[in-house]
């Protein structure tokens, strides 16, 4: 891997989220300054800000992407105790000659009475749906009836975990087979010995919520967590973040059929877990194919992790920070071109040298 | 096809086109210039074959394309024709319209842009892509996904015309039609005719075939007889119409099974026709006329399919009765062949001159065939 | 099968302090995004320093490469064309047909490396040309590695043959003979050139006899005296019997006459024919595979794996397949003696000596950077039937697990992306799935890329991702106020919903403004009108006003009635409709016949019964226009009935 370019974000603070679009080619970042930034690829593959706005009145958390078939649409959350709804809109202005898109307010959520602290689009088979969880231990999930009127959205229903809330994920399997299922993590440290992922399966004869899971195993504080693409199979697959690395199969047992308006009951195993990051772990996300899992910890590394055919995990890669210090002025603008330097695989370089042994001169026959 | 050379280039080409010939040399064209899509750094490139080709005297190069310059172009190139020896005009993604010069001086040799119509195309606020170029020195004529027209003179930087609204779809492609019109082609399958002597914003004539709605990729004229047109839909149908007969094309013939991008009647020898589709093939017809009717125009108003396989072996040839033209199949036969090995990426543009054929793949590959059989 | 522990490769990110801070991250497309963060901190109030930056860090530097752009693409092709060989035929006729592969494949390795070659000599940049450099060692190895299998595993040659296969694989990786040959050879006087000799034994080393008696000839006729021994070491070189697998002669006849020879020149070494001549000793010396004199020579051997084919050649010509674990692993040893620790490519080579494919091929998967070279030859051994043969249960999941990571690399590539469709649709368990997940992501810049992805799609029946992709492209256009694409692309999709939205859209754009816009796409809409009842109804309003206009009042009466009377127009509109039939009714021929006319009373009545209730949204104004409008309506409806009642009365009498 190499650091292919860097930008600098020109936010007054932390970066607190970046979220990609669904195709890639634009950007979302939030900062503790209150603002979220969008950015455009363009054709040559630079990343150009097309937007910066206030978005909330605290640090905001989490921004996120809402499927391109509804739309250039984006969700944030903050410690405001709010989250918001943002659509880009098109006038008759040459504004986007000139780079600038307008992003307005389309809604507020206000029903929490904490800080909002993530924010997810339901997966799209589920229509335009919103969901929030806060730190009052509420996840709500809202939805815009009209997908052309983002101005509405009615809270559509309220799952109380009891627990300070800190992350969601949605399944995102459209199969008819799973009905859908939101994985929600707990960061609160004053309940112990209580299982911090919860797992709620919608009933479509009570159209409600009901606990499907909790995973008992999990009993320090959680900081994120993630679904895994379902990949046609008939488990689903979970990572959470919590002192450690964890992955979970959740394994749906088959349902009597007389009593099936419970929920699905899971048998849970776990495939793998990792303690490489020392101490707590903050972030896990599965990239498109779920091949490959990324992680965030105290250590203040990226770790990769890949399972082979036999379904064995390891780590196959780390970033890590240079160590340099930050000075005010270290807003790295422009590319670092092509840093081949930096990082280049040990074992690469081994089997050049090996391959390379007594043929320094050596010419290509023609083939 | 052991003619044929192929090159890997490390570009998806989109566009492929020969520098034209003076038409008092009996020379076979050896220049060409490409336009890549779909890649971070487009570009438009130069191309010799033959004796132009570097220093390289072993038969075996001969007809690998040589590299004579290149240059970076903003956005996938949609379109690429050349206006003179020495002048191209690219049409790009981002809406641009650019003509490059080509400085074929051997020790500097180069491309310079001569000119730029940024956001010829374009939504109330976006760019919209140029989807297509044609020239009529000194006019040159583009089309675009925002339905509009726009009429240039290569000499000048104002913008002659536009209209507005052409076409409530995307117009595909354009071909001059007379000095004083263009046909379009639009993503509804309608054949559009503008007379640029009429001001308004209407078309002189539409043609479609009826109920039928599928989109239209390419159109060439035949060379000689300004009122035959061929065309390629996305389901890969080769239709030739008489513009000056109404709603019905004189044939319809399954060629491709996918979309046909392109076809070119040969500018010298009009009874050979070629066409290139994202199936993969690149297919070469062969009209035989027995009378002294250019074939294609023979026949009446009857319209008939005719079903061929594009999968059928390579250098096949298959004889079929030449419906395009005559219910009577004694008058004209029409024959196949498949120009390319077996291939499954798309083949995105060709362009034949004299005895010369080239192509582009989206598998980043040039063909050149330098003994076409015309 | 135990994992080699490889550490993983650290990726520096300038400018970041991982002591203090958290490093936040995205997933991105082709990569990942870095950037400085701190996720303990919990509260509204600054906290972070100013400024940070964010980082794109991309996995694969290799696929960027042009040069390895070609390989890519060229090597995809003979993948094709490899799935496309017929599973039913026979193993034993397609053997001939998986060793062209082979050699077409690595023929497109070599032809890369020939082109890197080229630039890596022409560039002036000091870091690129050593890219190249490393690009070409890889390739070289993995040519290496490539030929190896393919002489012991695809080709699988029998004893005999196999040595001299194994040859040919020393003779073509190890082409600098070829270089000083040629230098030597055309120096004044190539005799007195200080590595003459070298070149001779390099020569006999690799079982060059022809060569090394011409170069040979050239001393000898320089020393006269000499002649007689020269003339024996050439009488020897000449007479080395070469198994030749296409002639008569069997295996044991070969090794006889084989034995025969070799007894020979154990006499002439006995008997100290060349002891006046140290170098003539030393190559008959190795001609008797004295294992000393062949480690003398290291240095011309450079590798223990030519010292390997050279100590067979000498000694075990019919060496079997099944016995070169044995002299390969004491060959290694005795060349690299035991202190040094192996090189991956040494020890990728032994495991394909010891017919361990699985070993060879996951070394080479941690090893190189790359999963071109072990997913095609992974492909190639499994299409061989190898890995099961090799008692590999899981041989064809592994297949698949290496061209899986293949394609996604591919499809992380912003071009590339078109030719990992191919593979997947090649890996039976996971490839529709994965090409699912990824193909809805690639960008759509242009309608023609749109295009060309949905018939990728299309091709493979994946309807949601149709009619996603469609949808996004509906939802592009009305943004961009393009209507008639918009319709376009939602029928395409057929998607109802959103095609009803925007009829509703060119309906009130003519309520708006009182004529259609677009109307090359609404006269042709064909059977596609029926998408939507919507549709429907945009689709026979025009078809009304075309017949109006072209002054068939009779059709144009009876269609407009009846878009109300079988209700595919909305009641939102029936207003509209019946302002519409008033000049038809005012023509001086009657049109609406006396039954016509009270089915459109009955709908005028239906309509205003309805509205009683004042709609508080609807200024005052608006309700005076609309009550006079309905007035003067049924004032033109009984006038109509009336003249109806009379004309069709007139008829029948």
Not at chain 1, 348 to 360: E, I, P
Not at chain 2, 295 to 314: E, H
Not at chain 3, 333 to 356: C, K, Q, V, W, Y
Not at chain 3, 570 to 592: C, G, H, N
């Amino acid at each position: 891997m190499f650091v292919a370019k860097s930008i600098a974000a020109d936010h007054k603070d932390l970066i607190h989220d970046v979220s990609y679009d669904f195709h890639g080619r634009r950007m979302a970042t939030c900062s503790s300054d209150q603002s979220v930034k969008v950015w455009d690829k363009t054709d040559d593959g630079e990343w150009h800000c097309t937007a910066s706005w206030k978005t909330h009145s605290g640090s905001v958390w989490r921004v996120t992407w809402a499927h391109p078939e509804f739309g250039q649409v984006l969700a944030s959350c903050s410690f405001d105790r709010t989250a918001a709804v943002w659509e880009e809109i098109v006038g008759e202005s040459n504004d986007k000659q000139r780079g600038q898109s307008h992003w307005i307010k389309r809604t507020t959520l206000v029903d929490s009475r904490t800080s909002v602290t993530d924010v997810k689009f339901a997966p799209k088979h589920m229509g335009l749906m919103l969901t929030t969880c806060s730190a009052d231990g509420v996840v709500r999930i809202y939805e815009a009836p009209d997908v052309m009127n983002l101005s509405q959205w009615s809270l559509q229903h309220e799952i109380s975990c009891k627990l300070s809330c800190s992350c969601i994920s949605w399944n995102p399997s459209s199969s008819r087979a799973h009905p859908p299922m939101i994985a929600v993590g707990s960061d609160d440290s004053n309940v112990t010995y209580t299982g911090k992922v919860q797992i709620y399966e919608y009933n479509e004869n009570t159209r409600k919520y009901a606990k499907a899971e909790t995973l008992m195993t999990v009993t320090d504080p959680v900081h994120d967590i993630a679904f895994a693409p379902n990949l046609g199979r008939s488990f689903h697959v979970l990572a959470v973040a919590t002192k450690d690395v964890r992955i979970f199969k959740l394994i749906p047992l088959r349902k009597e059929s007389a009593t099936s308006s419970g929920p699905t009951k899971f048998e849970v195993q776990v495939m793998a877990q990792f303690d490489s990051h020392n101490s707590q772990v903050w972030r896990v996300s599965w990239n498109i194919t779920s091949t490959l899992l990324a992680s965030s910890g105290d250590d203040g590394c990226v770790r990769l992790w890949k399972a082979n055919y036999m379904d064995n995990w390891k780590c196959t890669g780390i970033l890590r920070g240079d160590g340099s210090p930050v000075n005010g002025s270290s807003g790295q603008t422009g590319s670092f071109g092509n840093a081949g330097g930096v990082g280049g695989p040990a074992s690469q370089n081994s089997v050049v040298g090996a391959a390379s042994a007594g043929r320094k001169k050596a010419q290509l026959m023609p083939g | 096809m052991d003619c044929i050379a192929a090159k890997y280039v490390s570009q998806k080409i989109s566009k492929i086109r020969w520098r034209p010939v003076p038409s008092e040399s009996l020379h076979q064209p050896d220049v060409f210039a490409t336009g890549s899509w779909d890649n971070e750094d487009n570009k438009v490139s130069v191309w010799a074959v033959g004796e132009n080709g570097v220093s390289s005297m072993d038969d075996e190069f001969e007809g690998d394309p040589q590299l004579l310059c290149e240059t970076k172009h903003e956005g996938d190139v949609l379109d690429l024709q050349f206006l003179d020896q020495d002048k191209i005009v690219a049409a790009s993604s981002t809406g641009a319209v650019t003509i490059f010069k080509h400085h074929p001086d051997k020790d500097k040799e180069g491309l310079s842009v001569a000119h730029t119509w940024e956001r010829a195309h374009r939504y109330p606020c976006d760019n919209a892509p140029c989807t297509g170029v044609v020239c009529n020195s000194p006019e040159l004529v583009s089309v675009g996904e925002d339905g509009r027209i726009v009429l240039y003179k290569v000499d000048q930087r104002a913008i002659l015309r536009v209209i507005e609204n052409a076409d409530s779809s995307t117009i595909h492609a354009v071909t001059f039609l007379k000095t004083t019109g263009v046909l379009t082609v639009n993503s509804i399958g309608q054949l559009k005719l503008w007379d640029f002597r009429q001001q308004g914003n209407e078309p002189a004539q539409v043609l479609s075939l009826t109920g039928d709605r599928v989109p239209l990729h390419c159109v060439d004229r035949h060379p000689n007889q300004q009122h035959i047109v061929a065309t390629g839909g996305q389901d890969g149908m080769l239709c030739i119409w008489d513009v000056r007969q109404g709603n019905m094309p004189f044939s319809l013939t399954e060629a491709h099974s996918a979309e046909m991008w392109e076809v070119h009647f040969h500018p010298s020898n009009p009874d050979h026709l070629f066409t290139c589709s994202e199936d993969g093939s690149l297919l070469h017809w062969e009209s035989s006329a027995n009378s002294d009717t250019p074939s294609f125009l023979q026949g009446g108003r009857n319209t008939s399919i005719i079903s061929r396989s594009a999968i059928a072996p390579a250098g096949g040839n298959q004889s079929l009765i030449s419906a395009w033209l005559a219910g009577d199949s004694s008058k004209g036969r029409l024959e196949t062949t498949h120009m390319l090995p077996s291939q499954t990426l798309s083949v995105n543009s060709l362009d034949v001159l004299g005895q010369c054929l080239v192509c582009g793949t989206d598998g980043e590959a040039i063909y050149v065939n330098r003994q076409v059989p015309v | 099968m135990e994992e080699v522990d490889v550490e993983p490769n650290i990726t520096l990110i300038p400018g970041v302090d991982f002591r203090h801070k958290h490093l936040g991250f995205v997933w991105g497309p082709g990569d990942i995004v870095v950037y400085e963060t701190n996720y303990t901190e919990k509260g509204g109030g600054p906290g972070g320093s100013g400024r940070p930056a964010i980082h794109v860090v991309r996995k694969d530097e290799d696929i960027y490469s042009p040069i390895l752009r070609k390989l890519f693409n060229e090597s995809h092709h003979i993948f094709v064309d490899l799935q496309r060989i017929k599973k039913d035929l026979p193993s034993k006729n397609k053997k001939p047909q998986f060793v062209s592969i082979s050699k077409n494949y690595r023929s497109v390795i070599r032809a890369c490396m020939e082109e890197l070659q080229q630039i890596a000599v022409s560039t002036q940049d000091d870091s690129l040309s050593t890219q190249y450099g490393n690009q070409i060692s890889i390739l070289l190895a993995v040519e290496l590695i490539w030929n190896l299998c393919e002489v012991l595993f695809i080709d699988a040659a029998p004893a005999g043959t196999l040595l001299l296969h194994l040859l040919d694989w020393v003779r073509l990786h190890k082409v600098d003979v070829d270089v000083k040959a040629r230098e030597i050879l055309q120096s004044d006087s190539p005799t007195k050139h200080p590595a003459y000799w070298d070149l001779v034994i390099s020569f006999v080393l690799q079982g060059r006899m022809d060569e090394a008696r011409q170069v040979l000839m050239k001393q000898a006729s320089l020393q006269p005296a000499a002649r007689p021994m020269f003339s024996l070491m050439d009488n020897l070189l000449h007479k080395m019997p070469i198994f030749n697998p296409g002639g008569t002669q069997t295996l044991t006849e070969f090794d006889v006459k084989w034995r025969h020879w070799h007894e020979e020149c154990d006499r002439c070494l006995q008997d100290s024919s060349f002891a006046s001549n140290s170098h003539l000793e030393t190559i008959c010396k190795i001609l008797v595979g004295d294992e000393d004199t062949l480690l003398e020579q290291k240095e011309l051997l450079s590798t223990w794996y030519h010292f390997l084919v050279t100590r067979l050649l000498y000694t075990h010509p019919t060496v079997k397949p099944t016995d070169l674990h044995h002299y390969a692993q004491s060959c290694m040893h005795m060349f690299l003696g035991t202190r040094n620790a192996l090189e991956p490519l040494d020890s990728i080579l032994l495991a394909a000596f010891e017919f361990d494919l699985h070993q060879v091929i996951k070394d080479c998967s941690i090893a190189l950077n790359n999963w071109w070279f072990v997913a095609h030859l992974t492909d190639l051994l499994d299409h061989c039937k190898l890995l099961q043969s090799h008692n590999l249960h899981f041989g064809s999941n592994l297949r698949e697990f290496l061209v899986l990571e293949y394609a996604s690399g591919l499809f992380t590539h912003h071009s590339l992306w078109q030719l990992a469709v191919d593979y997947f649709d090649h890996c039976p368990e996971f490839g529709r799935v994965y090409l699912e997940l990824q193909i809805e992501r690639v960008p759509l810049d242009t309608e023609r890329k749109a295009l060309k992805v949905l018939r990728i799609c299309e091709q493979r029946q994946m309807t949601e991702q149709v009619r996603s992709i469609c949808k996004i492209m509906a939802k592009r256009a009305l943004r961009n106020s393009r209507l008639g694409s918009a319709l376009s692309w939602s029928i395409r999709a057929k998607d109802a919903a959103f095609a009803t939205l925007i009829s509703e859209r060119f309906l009130q754009d003519y309520c708006t403004r009182g004529s259609f816009s677009d109307l090359d796409l609404i006269d042709n809409l064909g059977p596609a009108m029926l998408l939507s009842d919507r549709l429907t109804f945009l689709g026979k309003y025009r078809e009304f006003h075309k017949l109006y206009g072209e002054k068939q009042f009779t059709e144009a009466a009876k269609l407009l009635l009846s878009l109300m009377t079988a209700k595919i127009a909305p009641r939102s509109f029936w207003m509209t409709l019946l302002t519409d039939a008033l000049p038809l009714l005012e023509q001086k021929e009657v049109i609406f016949s006396a039954e016509q006319t009270h089915e459109l009373m009955f709908c005028l009545e239906e309509l205003t019964s309805e509205k009683c209730d004042p709609n508080p949204d609807q200024p005052m104004q608006d309700e005076e226009v609309e009550s006079t409008k309905i007035e003067l309506l049924r004032l033109a409806l009984a006038r109509n009935l009336a003249n109806a009642i009379v004309k069709e009365g007139t008829v029948e009498a």
